[in-house]
């Protein structure tokens, strides 16, 4: 089965908001075996909306519209489904009495415009919204099916996963399973190359690389009559991977990096800080986002400025004036004095010239230091990173995150 969607709303052509209804839909339909060709974006107009409907059902079994479900006159994705069906609208009443219920629980006043979302296509399957207003619904016709769901992912998602994925399940004659495998430390180029020969020949499973900042993760989905048999068919391809690409992987499907370095350290029962420069308290933030980190992390210290880094961290003033804020040694010492003055196993630092001005010949943009003093043992490692402000930091900090991993392993 192939399928096709499209979000609906004008702030979304606009660039108002971002379309992450259409990337996590096409994800979750891929692990149903279900192929999107096509995404349409399309702003709160009835004739262009008519239009994508048509050209969706020429070439797609089955289509999930997104937005345009509200109570306002601008919300057209429900009316104009009924008119491309020949359908009328009727009063869908346990929809109405559960939107009445829901303003009445709030204390809130409703007006006789909601009444409108509670507004079905004649015949249609109507699904559940149990985290908002407006119900959504399945229409199915000549073996096609048209999903209209709403467009706040904390509404979409939950009656994808709740209402639509039972009634495609079962028509997707296959079982498929996923398993995403994250690297860091080879790019993106280099990542595929070394899986060139098995990329080539893939049949049953499929290798997808996607491309992160610093990182390459590889989605690797295998079909079968059942589940066991869908990840006996994935075993070896995985477990070449594996072989392939060894320290380099760092997790797998929801791991996140940060979360790996904070489970290594909570394991090993050892302590962090952090002494930060270009990062600017990107790094502290990371691992700050993960729960149970305050049984290791000690503290983060931004020391922007020279006389910070001599103040706070005891870096000292012949370093920076023969070597400079950004360099092996200043990070070096920043790494260690924030160990010493905070008493934490291991003391990590960044420093370097995010851009976009501050670069010279000598020391371009792009050019980070990571400083590293773990149980005393000092060293640093440079960089040479390249993208704009935002993309040299985010690239400094996964390197810092990555080369924390690859030591504590060795502990």
Request: negative net charge; proline residues 4%; hydrophobic residues 40%.
């Amino acid at each position: 089965m192939t399928a096709e969607v499209i979000a609906v709303g004008t702030e979304l052509l606009l660039g108002d908001i971002l379309n992450t209804n259409a990337q996590y839909l096409a994800r979750e339909l891929a692990k149903l075996g279900i192929n999107v060709y096509y995404q349409t974006v399309v702003g709160d107009n009835r004739a262009r909306l008519l239009e994508a409907y048509k050209a969706a059902f020429s070439r797609a079994d089955i289509v999930i519209a997104t937005g345009g479900l509200g109570p306002t006159e601008d919300d057209l994705t429900k009316e104009t489904a009924a008119e491309f069906f020949g359908l009328e609208l009727e009063l869908h009443e346990p929809s109405w009495e559960k939107i009445q219920g829901l303003f009445y629980s709030m204390h809130s006043n409703m007006t006789l415009t909601n009444k409108k979302q509670a507004m079905m296509p004649k015949g249609c399957t109507v699904l559940v919204n149990d985290n908002g207003t407006a119900p959504g619904c399945c229409v199915e016709r000549d073996g096609k099916l048209l999903f209209l769901l709403p467009g706040p992912p904390n509404e979409c998602i939950p009656m994808y996963e709740n209402t639509v994925i039972p009634i495609l399940k079962p028509r997707s004659g296959a079982v498929f399973v996923s398993k995403t495998l994250k690297i860091c430390g080879i790019g993106e180029s280099t990542a595929e190359e070394m899986l060139k020969d098995l990329i080539d020949t893939q049949e049953n499973p499929t290798i997808a690389p996607y491309a992160k900042t610093s990182e390459v993760w590889f989605r690797i989905t295998a079909s079968g009559s059942n589940e066991e048999g869908a990840r006996a068919a994935m075993a070896p391809c995985l477990s070449e991977m594996r072989r392939r690409f060894g320290v380099n992987i760092y997790g797998e499907d929801d791991d996140t990096l940060e979360g790996v370095v904070v489970k290594a350290l909570l394991d090993k029962g050892l302590t962090i800080a952090f002494a930060e420069s270009c990062t600017g308290g990107a790094l502290t933030s990371k691992l700050v986002s993960c729960p149970g980190v305050s049984a290791a992390l000690l503290e983060g210290a931004v020391t922007y400025s020279n006389e910070a880094k001599m103040r706070r961290l005891g870096v000292k003033a012949e370093t920076l004036r023969k070597f400079g804020a950004v360099s092996p040694q200043t990070a070096a010492e920043m790494a260690k004095g924030i160990a010493d003055t905070s008493g934490a196993d291991i003391g990590v630092s960044a420093t370097g010239i995010a851009g976009p001005d501050g670069g010279t010949d000598e020391k371009p943009v792009g050019l980070v230091y990571l400083g590293f003093c773990i149980k005393g043992d000092v060293s640093a490692v440079e960089l040479h990173l390249t993208g704009n402000r935002a993309k040299v930091r985010t690239r400094a900090v996964v390197t810092a995150l990555d080369t924390l991993r690859r030591a504590l392993a060795k502990i």
